[in-house]
């Protein structure tokens, strides 16, 4: 009996433990198979058949005290556990959430889409051209020999004898007609390089939409309804397209092509220099020559071409003063078009 006493307080003094773990190691110290209460058990046979009864039963109690009482202490150390956790999951609704930032398409990209979606509405494909080209598809080809003048203004970046970066668009022209026959109605846009040094108009990187058809009983007036009819729906209904003689040696007659200005509808401002017109490009009808270099017949079939500027079109459209901002990767301008 008065070992039973002593367990119990030995029971009570270490029930007070704060830990889980130290709870379990409590159990089996004394309900464990070679715990105190087994040793009590195995004790009750050097004890008189008459307190034998008693003394069991007090070892019982002892028993399912211990039982229960490691029962509710387990329940009460694993809620404050649990409390704990939830604690520390804790979110809170009601800060500001974190913006995700989303990208956008460059300037240059839209206007490309847009100046597509234009032509491929009035009935053109678009093509494609290769970066790196060949003196024969940017020069020869274009009606332009070795020696000719007009290859001063268009001086490129040479990779080998003969291979070049494109100086313009054109060479697509060429591309094109040796692959499809004519009808042909295209647009092409893409990168071009020249040697040009760099100010708020020359970038030695730029990029132009480059337009061709080739059909019978094509002529000047179809050139002109069609640069109209994008210029209108690129800038507006009230602009205007000029026409003013010009030479390109894969056209003839060849023309340069402005618009009417967007900012003061041809009164004269600084955008446009006071003229009231802003220059586009290059345009005119297919050379004779051009046409016999890819094997059609220029008795039958006709052409017209231009090439104009995408920058250009971006800088007027959006009033952007300066042809390299389009290459500085500066946020501040770029997310101003996402
Ligand atoms: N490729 C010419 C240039 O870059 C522009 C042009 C294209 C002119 C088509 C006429 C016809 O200057």
Redesign the pocket.
Known sequence: MKEIEEIKKEFEEKIKTKSIEELKKIETYFLGRKGKIADLFKALKNISEKKKKDTGQEINNLKSYIEKTITYHLKELENIEKDKLLESEKIDVTLPGVKLETGGLHILSKITREVEDIFLSMGFDVMTGPEIESDYYNFEALNIPEFHPARDM?DTFYLAKKILLR????PIQIRTMEKYKPPVRIIAIGRCYRRDAIDSSHSPIFH?V?GLVVDKKISFSNLKGTLLEFTKRMFGPETKVRFSPSY?P??EP?AETAISCVICKGEGCRVCKYTGWLEM????MVHPNVLKNVNIDPEEYQGF???WGIERIAMIKYGIPDIRMFFQNDLRFLEQFK
Do not use: L, M, N, P
Not at 167 to 170: D, G, H, N, P, V
Not at 281 to 284: E, Q, R
């Open positions: 268009q100086t313009q668009t054109s132009q480059e390109f894969f056209v060849g490009g290059g345009s005119g071409a231009f090439g």
